[in-house]
């Protein structure tokens, strides 16, 4: 089905078939946005957008991980809207938490695999989209982490990851200049989502306890996500840090 926009924005999110993706691609339909919700698992991400406008929602099986699924899915948002003002490299993953020496070769592989090179796939599918399109431009909004900040405990795949996506950001920020593109990052703490359901219980602190940690409502991300796309492209936020205010981080705790 075609849905053609010349008007109103179109939003790219990876990860949208749950939690922080799907909340913000909910935020964007809801102020206007033509949204792409992209993750893996079809039935999931039709479910979401079975309870969207169809006519301003579409749903895109991708695995970020996969450079001919991204490519496939960036050219489907084309055919469907016709141009590309966001996208919302959100999507990502942990692996349990273990010792540093006893990190299997193949998990470290994985979690770069999706949150590094995934991030950098999308990135460059939008970013060419941008640079050619008229009017020219657009904004990237990353997923980084306060991982990206400081590591948890026997987190060394993630937190590696999350310091590497700080680096894209900038690459974005700084080489999307000349052509009316922004990059942002996002460091999120703590939002209520099935990755973080295991906070509530307990996680592990660098003293070697274990602590229940507070959660935040995943609202609140989606609200600021939506702040930051409606920004004009001569403004930009380049680095923002939203968390539940009890959690430990602060303080050193
Ligand atoms: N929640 C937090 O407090 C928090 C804190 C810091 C950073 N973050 C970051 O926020 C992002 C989203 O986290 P979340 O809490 O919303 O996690 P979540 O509830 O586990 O959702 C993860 C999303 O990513 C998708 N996904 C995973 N691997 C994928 C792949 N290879 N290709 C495409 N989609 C994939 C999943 O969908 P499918 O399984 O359908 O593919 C799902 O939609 C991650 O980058 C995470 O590191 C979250």
């Known amino acids: 089905?075609?849905?053609?926009?010349?008007?109103a924005k179109v939003a790219f999110i990876t990860g949208?078939?749950?939690?922080?993706?799907?909340?913000?691609?909910?935020?964007?339909?809801?102020?206007?946005?033509?949204?792409?919700?992209?993750?893996?698992?079809?039935?999931?991400?039709?479910?979401?957008?079975?309870?969207?406008?169809?006519?301003?929602?579409?749903?895109?099986?991708?695995?970020?991980?996969?450079?001919?699924?991204?490519?496939h899915a960036f050219a489907r948002t084309q055919e469907t809207f016709g141009r590309l003002d966001l996208l919302f490299n959100n999507a990502g993953r942990g692996a349990p938490a273990m010792p540093f020496e006893d990190l299997p070769y193949e998990t470290w592989l994985e979690v770069i695999n999706t949150n590094l090179n995934g991030m950098f796939l999308c990135a460059q599918e939008a970013f060419r989209r941008f640079k050619n399109q008229t009017p020219q431009g657009g904004r990237i909004i990353n997923n980084g982490s306060i991982s990206a900040q400081t590591p948890r405990p026997m987190s060394v795949a993630y937190t590696t990851t999350k310091h590497g996506v700080t680096g894209l950001t900038k690459s974005i920020a700084l080489d999307g200049r000349a052509y009316n593109i922004c990059g942002c990052q996002i460091d999120i703490g703590n939002a209520a989502t099935e990755m973080t359901q295991r906070m509530s219980s307990g996680a592990l602190q660098p003293d070697g306890s274990t602590l229940p940690e507070a959660r935040m409502d995943v609202s609140h991300v989606a609200q600021t996500i939506l702040h930051i796309a409606n920004l004009p492209l001569d403004t930009n936020m380049l680095s923002t840090t939203i968390m539940a205010n009890e959690m430990p981080f602060v303080g050193r705790g």
């Open 1 to 7: 089905m075609v849905k053609k926009t010349t008007q």
């Open 16 to 71: 949208a078939s749950a939690g922080i993706g799907k909340a913000a691609g909910i935020a964007l339909l809801n102020a206007g946005w033509h949204v792409v919700f992209a993750a893996r698992r079809r039935e999931v991400l039709e479910q979401v957008v079975s309870q969207c406008d169809q006519a301003r929602a579409l749903a895109v099986v991708m695995d970020v991980g996969d450079r001919e699924s991204v490519k």
